[in-house]
């Protein structure tokens, strides 16, 4: 990315916190939109929006875009942090309630760590390719269509 952009350190950094600052916007916004359209609803507006932003990031034709599209996924990020817990805890018997909310967090963190595995072995097989980071991207819309 930092090659097929040209990406100075500085916009690196904005590039990699932008994500971060989006995440934020969206778990406090996706709480009252969840009340609004319904949970249901706001997940599948929130995976649309979702694969949408990853096809655009990774299209994105300058730091400028990549910034932009990092916001929006942030902002379907923090959304599903919020939405799917609490949907999560509705839907689920006292007895078992704080077991499937852990279990969600958990399986967060198994996802990120499949997608950081994944991108390390394309990364390694395609290491001369400048543009590999836009099929590392693509990859990530998989788990929203399954």
Known sequence: MVD???????????VTSSLLIG??????????????????ITLMGNTLLFMIGTLCYSLSPNAEC???????????????????????AEFSTPECRARMVTRSFLLIMVGE??????????????NEESSIWRWMCILSILPAIF
């Open 4 to 14: 097929d952009l040209q990406l100075s350190p500085a916009i690196i950094g904005l």
């Open 23 to 40: 995440s934020a916007f969206g778990s406090l916004f996706a709480g009252r939109l969840a009340d609004i359209f319904g949970r249901k």
């Open 66 to 88: 990549l910034i932009g599209f990092r916001i929006m996924l942030g902002l379907t990020i923090g959304g599903f942090s919020s939405v799917v817990s609490v949907l999560l």
């Open 113 to 126: 760590f499949g997608a950081f595995i994944a991108n390390a072995v394309l990364g390694i097989l395609w």
